[in-house]
């Protein structure tokens, strides 16, 4: 048996990262029972590693940090805040999947993980005849303004919103990635750097309210971000929450769909911040629309498999987890499973591609946009 | 056995797909492309940085190139370079892989105290592949090109594996030597941050003129160079006929097969 | 009468057919002014094999004799050429731009203090006995044309696959030369060669190509080929996860096709993997997606289901072969 070095140090390390959480674990194994990628890896061996200071399996790379295990544990430990902080320790080790740090290297030269050029970030909104707005700023996630397909979403986002008499300011000068893809990493430095400098570039626009359109953005913004001396200059919503006020105030009048919807919660706006009821509201305003829902839905919604850095560093284990949502999907006979994340809709159709299930897959935004024609 | 310096060069270009051609003024226009360092140098330099992590030694880049390629020599130090040095002159202008050999050769020698010099394989932009071997000859020293891993046998030797038609070699070089590096053979650590922050404000750059390296004007830029450039052209992309099918699969599959055979003949 | 000499790569006494492709140009380039070609070839045992060289274009042929040249080894290789373009003092000296001919040229260009210009895609010689070359660069969309102005020889590299050995001549003159192998303790040794199953698809005249569409599974992209006779390549994502070898992906950083049919099956078409179908003739692709950028580079675009239509497809053209 291979000897264990025992390193305090990293034990405490990652007990700061859990919110002192770590030291509830009782190795019941609920964690892993629950793991949507079980068993290729034990979350009940990572979380007890790390209480005694052994950080070096390279295991945390697979986790999706979906957070159904948070959710699952009888201890409220918060497991996904473990592994990210193993993350960071495994960082520094140098014991980082090849590809994650081709895609730092990416964001670092062009500032978005694609490495689509810079300048050509505002190329979505050409041809856009909208007028951009002065105080509420839309941020726009690197995959919205970069991927053909995702691009759709945004031009109806932001068509809906003046629609809705809310003139956004959007394609912004000195707009670039957020920074998910570098937290879910572990690295810290460029991190601070890349926070600083967003809230900079954010601030000279004076907003009153930052719209993002990213649930993994909404995360970083709202809860990543002050814990790096960067604290965005407004307050910051998802723009299904925005969708929704917009709705129920009456400023907003969606139109008509006859069919049956199914709605994704995406994993970083439920379990982790807890956006559940906002999407569903703009769904349900929708005249003739039949939403229907999963058997796991809410807070206990299943994961799209590319969370914690799995679409970028291709992890083909993660397809078994898209597969089992889009089943589900299908269970409920829904034509059409709606979703409110850049990430879940490309692991999706990515995935449909391949297994073809009789589904399709759409944007709440593009649901909204088909319903008004 | 520990190593001595470890010396890399290092070519910053733009990115190939980011390069505008004028085919008025038959100029290219690099202005808006994005500048990075030359990916295969970045392998190089990682190689380096390794051999460093398990012999020991320095690693020093050396660049030839203008001023705006500073920061760039500043992150290498970042990804964990221990020094940097730049050769920046005008009467550099203008040089083919000739004179730029002899320049990089010039300020290796005054480096000294090398036992691994290492290249990127060629660069992004002229691609040549030259400058390694060159700069080799210049010195004196062995080389191996297209180099994929390097091992410390013993002291001064080393076995390296090369890249050749459907597999690899293993060979073994006494030092110094040189090597290129193969593109894509290893994964680049992403710089250090804090170091980055410390290189920005702390670090100084060694920057040589080509009278630091006592070169003479003929030797260096147009009139150094063995080779000139008269003009450019654009080799746009083949006019494609961009005919649609559509359908449902069986006469998408009728249509193909149709065309197919009729290429086929 | 000027000398263009031409560094022919063998391999345990098999030629690198690219250096066939320059002696056969350096042919045409000598005949219409009245130069002659010399082939220069190194090996093992090559006497015997170095006539035949005239059949593509070689006057003559220098051979050199040593077990150590067997296969290319950079010090015995540069010093016994260097030595021979030292004592004959040849105008002209070319090679394919392969890796070894370029690891001979770029030192070699540097022992003469001479001009070398680099996998250029088309040469000739000016008026006034200068080479001129066509030199790309900046990933193959810009050339630049290029002259060598000082030192001898002249020299250059070809790009591989530009253009095409023809067997046209006869028997060459052949001198063999006794091998000066100096020094006798060479400081690169060679320990091992590995070589495994090598397809050159740059070199295929059909090709059928599976991307990211196929999901991994290259059964019917496989399939195809087989029944229209052609080679198998990939987009680099699924060299990336393993799903194929490194040798057959295809892009900016991979091969670059010369075939005359390509049929690209699932792959969207960015721009580093269209970089490498640019000199295929006719470009059939099939994607599910309207809008991939692959349609601007296709001749022929199909929109659909690759796994509904290949196997159509397939049985369609079984027992066509052509």
């Known amino acids: 048996m291979a000897r264990l070095r025992l390193d305090f140090e990293v034990r405490d390390r990652v007990m700061k ?73 495994l960082y520094e080790r140098k014991m980082v999947p090849e590809r994650l740090v081709d895609t730092l290297w990416r964001v670092y030269e062009t500032g978005n993980p694609l490495g689509s050029p810079m300048r050509e970030r505002s190329v979505w909104a050409k041809g856009l005849n909208v007028e951009s707005g002065v105080d509420v700023l839309l941020y726009t996630c690197c995959m919205n303004a970069y991927d053909r397909r995702l691009q759709k979403v945004t031009r109806s986002l932001v068509e809906i919103l003046a629609k809705a008499g809310v003139k956004v300011a959007y394609a912004w000068d000195g707009e670039s990635c957020c920074g998910d893809i570098v937290y879910s990493v572990g690295e810290e430095y460029f991190l601070e750097e890349l926070a600083q400098r967003n809230v900079e570039a954010m601030e000279r626009f004076k907003p009153t309210l930052i719209v993002v359109t990213s649930p993994h953005m909404y995360n970083m ?103 089992r949502r889009l089943r589900e999907a299908t269970a409920v006979e829904s034509q059409v499973m709606a979703t409110a994340c850049p990430y879940c809709i490309r692991m999706f159709e990515d995935e449909l591609k391949i297994s073809k299930y009789p589904l399709a897959v759409s944007d709440v935004v593009e649901v909204l946009a088909n319903s008004l024609r | 056995m520990s190593l001595r310096n470890i010396i890399v060069t290092l070519k910053v270009t733009p990115k190939p797909e980011e390069i505008r051609f004028d085919p008025v003024t038959k100029t290219i226009d690099r202005s808006k492309a994005t500048n990075e360092i030359n990916p295969a140098d970045k392998n190089a330099l990682e190689m380096a940085l390794q051999l460093r992590d398990r012999y020991g030694g320095r690693v020093i880049v050396v660049s030839m190139g203008p001023p705006f390629w500073e920061p760039f020599l500043k992150l290498a130090v970042a990804m964990g370079a221990d020094d940097a040095v730049l050769i920046s002159d005008r009467a550099l202008a203008g040089s083919d ?17 090398y036992d691994i010099i290492l290249a990127g394989e060629e660069s992004s932009d002229g691609g040549t592949g030259q400058v390694p071997p060159g700069i080799a000859e210049w010195l004196g020293i062995p080389h191996v090109t297209y180099v994929t891993s390097i091992d410390i046998i013993e002291t001064g030797k080393a076995r390296v594996k090369r890249t050749i038609k459907g597999g690899y070699e293993i060979l073994e070089v006494d030092m110094p030597f040189l090597a290129s590096i193969e593109l894509g053979c290893n994964t680049p650590r992403f710089p250090d941050f804090r170091r980055k922050r410390w290189a920005e404000r702390e670090f100084k750059l060694k920057v040589w003129s080509t009278v630091d390296l006592g070169l003479n004007p003929e030797e260096v830029g147009f009139k150094g160079s063995a080779t000139t450039v008269d003009t450019l052209v654009e080799l746009k992309p083949p006019e494609r006929l961009k005919r649609i099918i559509t359908g449902a699969p069986e006469e998408v599959a009728e249509e193909l097969a149709r065309i197919i055979r009729e290429l086929l003949r | 009468m000027k000398d263009i000499w031409v560094f022919v790569e063998q391999d345990s006494g098999v030629f690198e057919e690219s250096s066939l492709e320059v002696l056969t140009k350096a042919r045409e380039i000598a005949d219409a002014r009245g130069y002659r070609v010399t082939g220069v070839l190194l090996g093992r045992d090559v006497r015997r094999i170095a006539g035949s060289l005239g059949w593509y274009g070689a006057h003559r042929v220098i051979a050199v004799e040593h077990p150590i040249l067997e296969s290319y080894l950079s010090e015995p290789y540069t010093n016994i050429i260097g030595g021979l373009i030292e004592e004959r003092d040849p105008d002209y000296f070319l090679a394919s731009a ?52 000082k030192g001898r020889p002249q020299m250059a590299t070809v790009a591989l696959g530009v253009f095409r050995p023809k067997k046209l001549w006869g028997e060459a003159e052949v001198e063999v030369v006794e091998a000066k192998i100096d020094p006798l303790e060479p400081k690169v040794r060679r320990v091992e060669v590995v070589r ?9 005249k059909r090709v059928v190509v599976g991307g990211m569409g196929t999901g991994g599974d290259l059964t019917l992209v496989r399939e195809l080929a087989r029944i229209i006779k052609a080679d198998v390549g990939v987009s680099r994502p699924l060299s990336d996860i393993g799903v194929a070898p490194k040798d057959i992906y295809i892009g900016s950083t991979g091969v670059s096709l010369n075939a005359d049919l390509a049929v690209i099956v699932g792959v969207s078409g ?53």
């Open chain 3, 196 to 204: 495994k199953g090598y397809v050159d698809l740059s070199k295929s």
């Open chain 1, 221 to 323: 913004l709202v809860n990543v971000y002050p814990r790096y001396k960067a604290k965005p200059p407004a307050p910051v919503v998802h723009y299904t929450q925005l969708l929704a006020e917009l709705i129920t105030s009456g400023r907003f009048k969606p139109g008509r769909f006859n069919g049956t919807v199914t709605y994704h919660d995406p994993c970083y706006l439920g379990r982790w911040n807890n956006i559940y009821e906002e999407p569903r509201t703009v769904l349900q305003h929708i005249e003739g629309l039949k939403l229907v829902e999963m058997e796991h839905n809410r807070s206990n919604s299943l994961c799209c498999g590319g969370g914690g850095g799995a679409f970028w560093s291709e992890n083909v284990e993660a397809r078994g987890v898209t597969r």
């Open chain 1, 17 to 89: 990262y859990s919110y002192g959480t770590l030291s509830l674990c009782y190795q019941c194994g609920v964690c892993t029972a629950s793991c949507l990628i079980s068993p290729s890896i034990s979350v009940r061996r990572i979380v007890r590693e790390a209480q005694i200071g052994v950080a070096t399996r390279e295991d945390s790379w697979k986790c999706l940090t979906c957070r159904y295990c948070d959710t699952t544990c009888p201890r409220g430990v918060r497991i996904a805040d473990v592994i990210l902080g193993e993350r960071v320790i």
């Open chain 2, 97 to 113: 892989t000739l004179p730029t050999s002899l320049t990089l050769a010039r300020a290796i020698q005054k480096i000294g105290d």
């Open chain 3, 98 to 149: 392969t890796r070894n001919g370029r690891d001979l040229a770029g030192r070699l260009a540097v022992r003469f203090r001479t001009g070398l210009q680099a996998h250029v895609i088309n040469l000739d010689i000016a008026e006034d006995g200068s080479l001129i070359g066509h030199v790309p660069g900046f990933g193959g969309n810009i050339v630049a044309v290029v002259r060598n102005v």
């Open chain 3, 270 to 322: 960015a721009p580093h993997f269209v970089s490498g179908i640019r000199n295929v003739k006719t470009v059939i692709s099939i994607n599910k997606d309207p809008e991939a950028p692959i349609v601007e580079y296709s001749d022929y675009f199909a929109v659909g289901d690759l796994f509904e239509i290949l196997p159509r497809l397939i049985e369609k053209l079984r027992g066509e072969a052509g």
